[in-house]
Structures are given as structure tokens and as C-alpha cells.
């Protein structure tokens, strides 16, 4: 069982940056790939990054590469997402989640993750 606790949401000016932060419990948590989604009022939740177990495999979603990186510490049973240049289409309520999978296996769909938090509410004004 993985519990997931997100912050560092709120508003910003577009072209501004963020940081979000995701704090997990539990001993196991480099055994989870990391995701964060997000879900904009009307719209369906997506996928917005994913790392590996080990932090060296990632992925992104063509709307965010290039200015949102993730990343995990291990140590700390904590993922990232550093958020760049921000548009206001980026506002929605970002999650974290976590997927227990074996092997290779890249899970970028939301059905494939087994634990989410509660989102934070990131805003970016024009």
C-alpha cells in the first residue's frame, strides 16, 4: 500500500516556472514507477510524465517536453515535476501515482497506475 501526498501547486504568470512535489509512504517506493497526470476542468484526465524505478528512463507528453522535467530521490521517497515556461493551458489539478509493474514494462496509461494522491491546483495566467 502507497499513499501519495502532492504540493507545490498554485498560480503563476504564464512563462513562469513551478515545482511540484510528491511524498510517498511506505518502504517500497523505489519498487513503483512514478507518473504525474493531470486533469483540466472539462476535460479528461492525462498523462503528463513518467520515470522509471531507477530515475533513468523518462517520458513525456508532447505538450510538456521540453519544459517540464521529472524526477524521483529514492532516499526521500520523493518525485518531482519541474514545470518551465508555463502556458495557461497548462492550468488543471496535477496527481501523482505510483504502478507497480515488472520487468520493462512502461505504464503511461492511467488504468496502469495502482495508487494516486489528491492532485494540487496548478494555474498559469495570461
Known amino acids: 500500500q502507497v499513499q501519495l501526498v502532492e504540493s507545490g501547486g498554485g498560480l503563476v504568470q504564464a512563462g513562469g516556472s513551478l515545482r511540484l512535489s510528491c511524498v510517498a509512504s511506505?518502504?517500497?517506493?523505489?519498487?513503483?514507477?512514478m507518473g504525474w497526470f493531470r486533469q483540466a476542468p472539462g476535460k479528461e484526465r492525462e498523462f503528463v510524465a513518467a520515470l522509471s524505478r531507477s530515475g533513468i528512463r523518462t517520458y513525456y507528453a508532447d505538450s510538456v517536453k521540453g519544459r517540464f522535467t521529472i524526477s524521483r530521490d529514492n532516499g526521500k521517497n520523493m518525485v518531482y515535476l519541474q514545470m518551465n515556461s508555463l502556458k495557461p493551458e497548462d492550468t488543471a489539478v496535477y496527481y501523482c501515482?505510483?504502478?507497480?509493474?515488472?520487468?520493462?514494462?512502461?505504464?503511461?496509461?492511467?488504468?496502469?497506475?495502482?495508487?494516486w494522491g489528491q492532485g494540487t491546483q496548478v494555474t498559469v495566467s495570461s
Open positions: 511506505g518502504r517500497t517506493f523505489s519498487s513503483y514507477f
Open positions: 501515482a505510483a504502478a507497480l509493474v515488472s520487468g520493462l514494462r512502461t505504464p503511461l496509461l492511467i488504468n496502469e497506475y495502482d495508487y
